[in-house]
């Protein structure tokens, strides 16, 4: 059973573009969903991260909107950039006996053309 | 402060061999965990190590075991190795195991021929 579901699959934007990565999860017990850039041949990096107490959390350019009655949150990547061209996952995570244990979206491919 | 580095970054194995993969936590940092990465089923959670003990396991076979040690260190092991383990073995390390937050190695790249 697929807990995060993370659409879309890949995403072309252009230079100075909006990019639009959507997440919806089911397990009402999540309580933190971070999001992680991966760049071919690296580990995944935390970009950013948010907890159901708030709506909205900015980072430069990175903004996750989170809604918690839809069960569904975003990463908004304002001003595209070549160098944005990178993998995305979402993961939504819960304390289960004293750990945090995320799942993971399937991913989504960006490339932000020049 | 250095990140989480793993050993070796690229494997090549033959199946039914075994296989011992390293990571070294960020220091300070004393829970460690385990993920597979394929193109097929995603990033998958392998297991959950914190004062030398697994506190959680994901849904593997029993061929995939792993250990940490006194100084937070930790290895895992494939043993029978089949072409399906082929993936990239991440680990990530936190400072404890109620920190959500996780901080991710570069992988270890294995190859089942």
């Known amino acids: 059973q697929q807990q995060v579901k993370q659409s879309p699959q890949s995403l072309i934007v252009q230079k100075g573009g909006i990019s639009i990565i959507n997440c919806a999860y089911e397990n009402t017990a999540f309580d933190y969903f971070p999001w992680y850039q991966q760049f071919p041949g690296k580990g995944p990096a935390l970009l950013i991260a948010i907890r159901p107490d708030v709506s909205e959390k900015k980072e430069g350019r990175f903004t996750i909107s989170f809604n918690k009655s839809a069960k569904q949150f975003s990463l908004h990547i304002m001003d595209s950039q070549p160098g944005d061209s990178a993998t995305y996952f979402c993961a939504a995570s819960m304390r289960t006996g004293g750990s945090y244990i995320p799942t993971f979206g399937r991913g989504t491919s960006l490339i932000v053309h020049p | 402060k250095a990140g989480v580095t793993q050993t070796p970054r690229y494997l090549i194995k033959t199946r039914g061999q075994q296989v011992t993969l390293s990571c070294s936590p960020i220091s300070g940092h004393r829970s460690v965990s385990w993920y597979q990465q394929t193109p097929g089923q995603g990033l998958q959670f392998l297991f959950e190590y914190f004062s030398e003990t697994q506190r959680n396991k994901g849904n593997f076979p029993g061929r995939f075991s792993g250990r940490q040690f006194s100084n937070s260190r930790s290895e895992m092991n494939v043993s029978t190795l089949e072409l399906g383990d082929s993936a990239l073995y991440l680990c990530?390390?936190?400072?404890?195991?109620?920190?959500?937050?996780?901080?991710f190695g570069p992988g270890t790249r294995l190859t089942v021929l």
């Open positions: 990530a390390s936190s400072p404890d195991p109620g920190t959500a937050t996780q901080y």
